[in-house]
Every structure is written in structure tokens, then in C-alpha cells.
Antibody
């Protein structure tokens, strides 16, 4: 069974850094792309970017290019989304999704950025 | 970046049929855009209904189907149920880059 388990909710201050994770299981990690999706409060889904774990080929949506970094650790079948300097506008729910088994979703990580 | 368009809202009667569409600013949607359809209800994780134009997950109710309709991707719901109310999003791929539509709020009334 394909599973994506995300790290827990985070509360951060503006300017802080953050790295959230998406641990996968139930399939060969390097076979399928993994993407990250933002959902701001009361808003729609936004594709942030995706990565092919086999070669770490990463494509970012223009809105998120340079704002976040997507990476993977193949040894532990885990994908990451990180910020170097958070802003209040980064407050949102973040989902990972994998093409494995159709498209499977993580449960989401709520990130709150507030002073 | 391409813009993906969906109807902002649609209403269907219980037992009725409705088609949601997904268009692309770059031209006709084809199978090469690998259209996906997701359903999201308030406070819940999105759920994948359709992938690669017309493939269903094991949990996708039979009343949902995906297709290409004219120049767009389409999600057809035949025999709407009250529990089908929610937000529906399509996702298209552009050579590895992906873009969501703005979502369609479906009301069953």
C-alpha cells in the first residue's frame, strides 16, 4: 500500500527557516515524481513544484522558483520542502503528492508563520 | 506559465448528470497533459478521482468518469449524490511542469 506521511504542524516566526518532510512507503521511491502543493486558508490548490527522485530533476512553478527548495533523500524514501526565510504569507497547508498508485497524497502539514 | 481554467461553480440535481471541464491557455488539452481530477471537501485532504485522463482509483465511485471533450479535459458525474458536493480541481502537466485549475465548486441541490 502506497503511503505518504508528512511531518507535523509547525509554528514559526518570520525570517526563520523550515524544512518539512514527506516519507513514502509501499513503492519504489525512485520510480515516480513527487510534488508539493500549497493551499492557503480558504483558497485553492497551487502546484509548487515537483521532483523525480531518480535523478533529482526538479521543476518549480514560476511563483515558487527561488522561494522554496524541493529535495529528496533516496536512502530513506523521503521528500522535503524547505524555506530559508519564512514570511507570514507562507502560512498555509502544504501537501505532498506522489504519482505512485495513481496519485497519492500525504495528510498535509500546516505551517503557521506569525510574529 | 500556462493558465488552466475551470468553471467556478456548478449545480446539479440529485440523480442528475453534470460535466466539469478543464481548459488550457496553450490550446487543446490532450492525453499528453495527463489530466488529473481531484475532489476536496472542507477540512479534508484532496482525493484523487481520475488520473491520466480517464483512469480511476479503486475508491473512485463508478458514477465519475474522465475524458477529453472537444479541446478540454472533462469529468462527468452521472447520478449525482449529496456526498458529491465539494470542490473539484484539475491538474495538467506541461512537460513535467504542472498547473492546477482554479477549482469548481459543485453543489448538489
Amino acid at each position: 500500500e502506497v503511503q505518504l506521511v508528512q511531518s507535523g504542524a509547525e509554528v514559526k516566526k518570520p525570517g526563520e527557516s523550515l524544512k518539512i518532510s514527506c516519507k513514502t512507503s509501499g513503492y519504489t521511491f525512485t520510480t515516480y515524481w513527487i510534488g508539493w502543493v500549497r493551499q492557503m486558508p480558504g483558497k485553492g490548490l497551487e502546484w509548487m513544484g515537483g521532483i523525480y527522485p531518480s535523478d533529482s530533476d526538479t521543476k518549480y512553478s514560476p511563483s515558487f522558483q527561488g522561494q522554496v527548495t524541493i529535495s529528496v533523500d533516496k536512502s530513506i524514501s523521503t521528500a522535503y520542502l524547505q524555506w530559508s526565510s519564512l514570511q507570514a504569507s507562507d502560512t498555509a497547508m502544504y501537501y505532498c503528492a506522489s504519482r505512485a498508485g495513481g496519485v497519492q497524497w500525504g495528510q498535509g502539514t500546516l505551517v503557521t508563520v506569525s510574529s | 506559465q500556462a493558465v488552466v481554467t475551470q468553471e467556478p461553480s456548478l449545480t446539479v440535481s440529485p440523480g442528475g448528470t453534470v460535466t466539469l471541464t478543464c481548459g488550457s491557455s496553450t490550446g487543446a488539452v490532450t492525453s499528453g497533459h495527463w489530466p488529473y481530477w481531484f475532489q476536496q471537501k472542507p477540512g479534508q485532504v484532496p482525493r484523487t478521482l481520475i488520473y491520466d485522463t480517464s483512469n480511476k482509483h479503486s475508491w473512485t465511485p463508478a458514477r465519475f468518469s474522465g475524458s477529453l471533450l472537444g479541446a478540454k479535459a472533462a469529468l462527468t458525474l452521472s447520478g449525482a449524490q449529496p456526498e458529491d458536493e465539494g470542490e473539484y480541481y484539475c491538474l495538467l502537466s506541461y512537460s513535467g511542469a504542472r498547473v492546477f485549475g482554479g477549482g469548481t465548486k459543485l453543489t448538489v441541490l
